[in-house]
């Protein structure tokens, strides 16, 4: 089992002035390991997704990320040099709004080898191969590699925002309400194929979802959010089966059965 | 005795925040040990808090007090208060539990939901399918089924499907709820035949069976849950 973790984050917090954008979040997350992150809409989740994967400056406390190399850096000291390649290599960032993170007027292919170019690889053939064997990992036939993501359902293009994040072998991968905006049947196709990814590539991942099942899908472990302060977090099943906290109970039971 | 499990002093209740803050007391000085090579079967009324002590166990609930003490290759650790991610170590290599009712992943087959115990332990795929479809049809579930997702099977059906893929692994120690409560008697058989052949490997299990034929066949010992029961003394 790898002892060490990927990610140390101690008292991060995040003020608007007076507003609690987050507050005092700790944590670590271990290689392998999937975190969800859950609450309300202004509960702080995505403030807190966003210092965690440096898009956004904290007000205080540090995010400490185990590089390849082996040593741990304070990931607000990085250079904007260095922070860039570790987003571009290392890192995946998937949006809700799979527009937010596609390019949608260069082809499907184009959008999946960007981020091989952006390392530094030049050979078109090997770039255009390794583009379809992503597309096809995450269910787009090779004969839509030409096209647009304009031209792509929504399922698609949050696909192919799967697939441009994936192909340089992040091992952290931030996901900001995934599968949010798509039809159940969409959706369910969608968990299935990151829940396969995640488990084949042993990525470690956090995952901000308002929606419990697919936490309950995903993650190993959760975090519930409540007025910028986590205020029940474990393992997933535990927290889902038997919650403490009145908010978190207030949640389960809001869930709809079917 | 050899036990691989040892449970002392558990107590469980729930407070229900959206009622008011109701406190239902549910159990208290749970304590009992699970030998290696022997089923431990939970007895008592349902809602004496059976399937309290099993999710406890497994780690779905969280325990108010005391210690669950686990063998795990070769050292001692206390569930009661391990980290998520020793307890999920703990559920992948040592404990395995199987439920009453299968949590249906969308679009993975029968198959690979058995074999995925093994996969997740490093088992190459092809080899881990292939005991799979060994377990599958020991349990008689239709070829024509493995293949598909288990969402749309019936409910023995999709018993087998969970049965399969708790037994498939060679954990330790097994946590089995009601496994054969929707079965017909060929295939409670089967499961009973299973559950002694763990026993000779040396498995140590605590389950619930409300089957008494099945109870009678498996149980090494009865546990009266009810002398563990906290709503009794509040009463």
């Known amino acids: 089992m790898n002892s060490t973790p990927l990610l140390k984050v101690q008292k991060l917090s995040k003020t608007y002035g007076q507003r609690i954008g987050c507050k005092d979040v700790s944590f670590e997350l271990w290689p392998g390991e999937v975190l969800a992150i859950v609450g309300e809409s202004g509960s702080g989740k995505t403030t807190l997704l966003n210092c965690l994967s440096t898009r956004l400056d904290a007000t205080s406390g540090t995010v400490e990320y185990h590089m390849r190399d082996g040593a741990y850096r304070d990931l607000a000291r990085l250079s904007e040099a260095e922070r860039r390649f570790l987003m571009r290599t290392d890192w995946g960032f998937v949006h809700q709004n799979p527009a937010d993170g596609l390019r949608m007027t260069v082809s499907a292919g184009a959008n999946v080898g960007e981020r091989l170019m952006a390392v530094g690889h030049r050979h078109y053939g090997r770039i255009r191969d390794a583009a379809t064997d992503w597309l096809s990992r995450v269910e787009i036939g090779a004969d839509r590699i030409d096209d647009q993501p304009r031209a792509f359902s929504g399922g698609m293009r949050q696909r192919l925002q799967i697939a441009r994040n994936l192909i340089t072998g992040p091992r952290l991968v931030f996901m900001d309400e995934p599968t949010g905006g798509l039809d159940v049947s969409v959706q369910a196709r969608l968990l299935d194929l990151i829940r396969g990814l995640v488990h084949d590539l042993g990525l470690s991942a956090i995952i901000v979802t308002h929606d419990l099942a697919v936490a309950r899908l995903l993650s190993h472990r959760m975090m519930v959010m409540k007025d910028g302060h986590v205020i029940e977090q474990g393992l997933t099943d535990r927290v889902l089966d038997d919650p403490r906290q009145p908010y978190t109970q207030l949640l389960v039971s809001s869930i709809l059965q079917v | ?235």
Not at chain 2, 185 to 202: S, Y
């Open chain 2, 1 to 235: 005795m050899d036990s691989l499990l040892e449970v002392s002093g558990v107590a469980k209740s729930f407070t229900m925040h959206l009622r008011d803050g109701i406190r239902l007391d549910v159990v208290r000085d749970v304590s009992f040990d699970l030998p290696r090579g022997q089923c431990v079967v939970l007895g008592g009324a349902s809602g004496v808090g059976k399937s309290s002590i099993l999710k406890m166990l497994y780690g779905n609930y969280g325990v108010d007090a005391g210690a669950i003490r686990i063998r795990h290759h070769d050292q001692w650790i206390d569930l009661a208060t391990a980290d998520p991610r020793t307890v999920l170590e703990v559920r992948r290599e040592t404990l395995g539990y199987v439920s009453q009712f299968l949590r249906v992943v969308p679009r993975v087959s029968a198959l690979d939901v058995v074999a995925e115990p093994l996969v997740a332990r490093g088992m190459a795929m092809e080899d881990a399918r292939a005991r799979a479809a060994g377990l599958l049809d020991r349990l008689n579930l239709p070829k024509a089924l493995w293949s598909l997702p288990p969402a749309t099977f019936s409910g023995g059906e999709q018993q087998r499907v969970n049965i399969a893929r708790g037994f498939i692994t060679d954990h330790a120690v097994l946590l089995l709820d009601e496994p054969t409560a929707s079965l017909d008697a060929e295939n409670r058989a089967v499961v009973i035949a299973m559950i002694a052949e763990k026993k000779r490997a040396g498995t140590a299990m605590l389950g619930i069976f409300h089957d008494l034929e099945v109870r009678d066949a498996v149980a090494d010992r009865i546990l009266d849950v009810a002398l563990f029961s906290a709503r009794e003394k509040v009463a």
